[in-house]
């Protein structure tokens, strides 16, 4: 039976852990900087999560749902359109939180991450580079995108492509460099 979805504090708590990882990652943050986000004291976090694996877990799989969820509603009939669709959630992401995505955040520390966490971070991409995967077979289906292109290799090279643009745009503060780079890998894409 799966765990309930939470509410109330230990939603906050999520919500600051994802804030803090996403700017910080797992490495750079701690209970105290959630509890201090959140109001309370440290010590009621392991009320809610017994050990920061536990809430970088959490954290983790709740940011994976969710992400899956915004792609779910990516509904457009062009396939180029639902890859611009797709990086616009990196380039708000970017533009309006000043923050990376949490997946390609934690993948940058992967060898001291715990095992639960890397495991959501293994899962996240496998996801992402899957729907991408199934937009591309789709738009070659249909005439829109290269025939020639192995759909599998190109959703890794336009998952990988965006997270890495992401990272070096916010350490360059130039997001328009991540929204020039996913313009670049549609282009590529197309008939």
């Known amino acids: 039976m799966p765990a309930a979805a939470p509410t109330g504090k230990a939603m906050d708590i999520l919500e600051s852990a994802r804030t803090l990882m996403m700017d910080r990652g797992f490495n750079g943050f701690s209970f105290r900087d959630v509890a201090a986000n959140v109001g309370i004291k440290s010590a009621s976090i392991h009320y809610h999560y017994a050990t920061k694996a536990d809430l970088a877990e959490a954290t983790a799989h709740a940011y994976r749902c969710a992400f899956s969820d915004m792609t779910a509603q990516i509904n457009t009939s062009s396939a180029a359109e639902k890859l611009r669709a797709y990086g616009a959630l990196f380039v708000k992401t970017l533009r309006e939180q000043g923050q990376v995505c949490l997946g390609g955040m934690l993948a940058t520390e992967v060898a001291s991450l715990p095992d639960q966490v890397r495991s959501e971070v293994s899962q996240f991409f496998a996801e992402q580079n899957d729907w991408v995967q199934n937009v591309v077979c789709d738009g070659q289906a249909s005439g829109q995108f290269r025939a020639d292109l192995d759909a599998a290799m190109f ?37």
């Open 155 to 191: 959703a890794k090279m336009f998952v990988s492509s965006l997270e890495g643009a992401m990272m070096i745009s916010r350490g360059l503060e130039r997001p328009q460099d991540l929204e020039d780079t996913l313009e670049m890998l549609v282009q590529l894409v197309q008939a």
